[in-house]
């Protein structure tokens, strides 16, 4: 069954430190991996995607990485924010362009 | 250019009502789509339109009818409200669904739905 999980469910961090989330996933055949932003009430934005091929992507302060051989992502987050604050969701896309959603992971940043 | 906007943000239904959520999208994307995303889960797809004139089941499709009524429009109907179809409900749009390429999707604000 493809799925993609999510860790931590949730996480405080203090503005102006470092995260890193993590992305497990079983989605095959494999096409390429998204970071998704979402602001609370607000859709969800792209960060970066990466295909097979692609190790790490950077966006900002914001760092992917990819490890295709053991299905896993991370999303590394530098120098927080209070606008980081949001929840970041993993998304695999599988040929055929289906899509398979993480639950995401809660981020908040505080002062 | 506004993106993908969706109307209405909230909406309050009692069980049985029906009502459509309405779509539009004017970056000139062939392919739509419709998602539902709860509480503790990933989201999931209910329709989708890969091209102006078609439309496909997605994941959870029951309950639910769409129209493509143009390349830039793109609805969600509820015939019949449950409480179980209470989520918030996100329009999205991509040049293409084909395999192979990134196929980025662009997200509207959302809808939140509240079946009674």
């Known amino acids: 069954k493809n799925q993609v999980e999510q860790s931590p469910q949730s996480l405080i961090i203090l503005e102006g430190k470092n995260c890193t989330l993590q992305?497990?996933?079983?989605?095959?055949?494999?096409?390429?991996l998204r970071w998704y932003k979402q602001d609370t009430g607000r859709g969800p934005v792209s960060l970066t995607i990466?295909?097979?091929?692609?190790n790490t992507k950077s966006n900002g302060r914001y760092t992917a990485t990819l490890d295709a051989d053991t299905k896993q992502s991370s999303l590394h987050i530098t120098a927080s924010q209070l606008s980081d604050s949001a929840s970041y969701i993993c998304v695999v896309s599988a040929y055929g362009n289906k899509l398979v959603f993480g639950a995401g992971t809660i981020l908040r940043v505080k002062s | 250019n506004a993106g993908v906007t969706q109307t209405p943000k909230f909406q309050v239904l009692k069980t049985g009502q029906s009502m459509t959520l309405q779509c539009a999208q004017d970056m000139n994307h062939n392919s739509m789509y419709w998602y539902r995303q709860d509480p503790g889960m990933g989201l999931r797809l209910i329709y989708y339109?890969?091209?102006?004139?078609?439309?496909d089941k997605g994941e959870v499709p029951n309950g639910y009818n769409v129209s493509r009524l143009n390349k830039r429009e793109f609805s969600l109907r509820l015939e019949s409200a449950a409480p179980s179809q209470t989520s918030v409900y996100f329009c999205a749009s991509s040049e293409a669904r084909s395999s192979g390429n990134y196929n980025e999707q662009f997200f509207g604000p959302g809808t939140r739905l509240t079946v009674l």
């Open positions: 990466m295909t097979f091929s692609e």
């Open positions: 992305c497990n996933y079983t989605v095959s055949p494999f096409s390429n």
């Open positions: 339109s890969a091209s102006e004139g078609t439309t």
